[in-house]
């Protein structure tokens, strides 16, 4: 059996996390875990860079976790601005907090200076990412149908996240993806609300 689970701990990752990161489903990282389903070789070398290891070692095979030659400096490390509610927006908080460092390929990240972080505040988005986890962030005004964003609304000086509709011309809808239905969507009337979209989020991530 593969020590992919045993790595993923270490760094407080999900298999949600691990998921997102081969661009598969959380069932079939599972299958990883479990060695019932064998690594590609394209998966087994992200996977092994991403977390420094040898394949190897990764697999099992060899006890020798890191290789002479492996370069483990080549990390980017992105800004926390503060913090973002999964619920009722807040004021937004924009001054660094601190900095997390991340595998470029985690995300297959090539520029790290439109990036950011915000840790999310609430529970209106736990079934995408749990309260306490950090978001990342692609800095851009603009998102498709259904994309999962950071917004300010109601002159600029209140940020939420939720899942970005389309409801026509006029209108467009901050949904919630909750475990808990008392959460409701925050309907803004484009014409008659200031209403910006400050970043799409492209990942979730959980501090090690």
């Known amino acids: 059996m593969n020590r992919l689970k045993i790595l993923r701990e270490e760094k407080n990752l999900n298999q949600a996390d691990v998921a997102n990161f081969l661009n598969i489903t959380s069932a079939a990282a599972g299958?990883?875990?479990?060695?019932?389903?064998?690594?590609?070789?394209?998966?087994?070398?992200?996977?092994?860079?991403?977390?420094?290891?040898?394949?190897?070692?990764?697999?099992?095979?060899?006890n020798t976790r890191v290789s002479n030659g492996a370069d483990l400096n080549n990390l980017l490390h992105i800004p926390v601005l503060g913090k973002v509610p999964a619920g009722v927006p807040v004021l937004a908080v924009e001054n660094i907090i601190k900095y997390l460092p991340i595998s470029p390929d985690m995300f297959s990240i090539k520029d790290d200076q439109e990036l950011f972080f915000l840790k999310v505040d609430g529970e209106s988005m736990n079934n995408i990412v749990d309260n306490g986890s950090y978001v990342l962030i692609k800095k851009q005004e603009y998102a498709e149908n259904g994309d999962i964003v950071v917004a300010l609304v109601n002159n600029d000086d209140e940020a939420t996240l939720k899942r970005?509709?389309?409801?026509?011309?006029?209108?467009?809808?901050?949904?919630?993806?909750?475990?808990?239905?008392?959460?409701?969507?925050?309907?803004?009337?484009?014409?008659?609300?200031?209403?910006r979209i400050i970043g799409k989020v492209i990942g979730s991530y959980k501090e090690w």
């Open 31 to 62: 299958q990883y875990e479990r060695g019932v389903r064998d690594l590609s070789t394209d998966k087994l070398i992200k996977l092994a860079n991403f977390f420094g290891v040898t394949t190897d070692y990764l697999l099992g095979i060899s």
């Open 164 to 195: 970005y509709k389309i409801i026509d011309k006029q209108f467009v809808m901050l949904e919630p993806d909750s475990s808990n239905p008392e959460f409701e969507p925050i309907i803004v009337n484009l014409k008659n609300q200031n209403f």
